[in-house]
Nanobody, 125 residues
């Protein structure tokens, strides 16, 4: 069974930066497309970013494009989300997810097979 554990969340001022990480175990991480999603209070979970199993292709939500960068290290079974120029509207629980079946990266949450427990990111104004 694949396990995903996020870390690195916290409180940051608007305009600041934060990097959240996701450690994977129990599966063939290097074959999975990986994604980051977030969920703010009272809102539905939304796609943030995704990266192909090889790391050669990435995709971002328009709301974070140019500010967030997703990356992965297959040797360490890790995926990262570097978040710069954070805004209060970025406040949410951030989840990493693994897509074990797709031929290409996808943005819908139902495409992902495994999920972490989430890490809270709070951006103060």
């Amino acid at each position: 069974q694949v396990q995903l554990v996020e870390s690195g969340g916290g409180l940051v001022q608007a305009g600041g930066s934060l990097r959240v990480s996701c450690a994977a175990s129990g599966g063939t991480f290097s074959s999975y497309h990986m994604g980051w999603f977030r969920q703010a209070p009272g809102k539905e979970r939304e796609f943030v970013a995704a990266i192909r199993w090889s790391g050669t292709s990435t995709y971002y939500a328009d709301s974070v494009k140019g500010r967030f960068t997703i990356s992965r290290d297959n040797a360490k079974n890790m995926v990262y989300l570097q978040m710069n120029n954070l805004k209060p509207e970025d406040t949410a629980v951030y989840y990493c997810a693994a897509d074990a079946r797709g031929a290409f990266i996808r943005t819908i949450s139902s495409a992902y097979d495994y999920w972490g427990q989430g890490t809270q990111v709070t951006v103060s104004s």
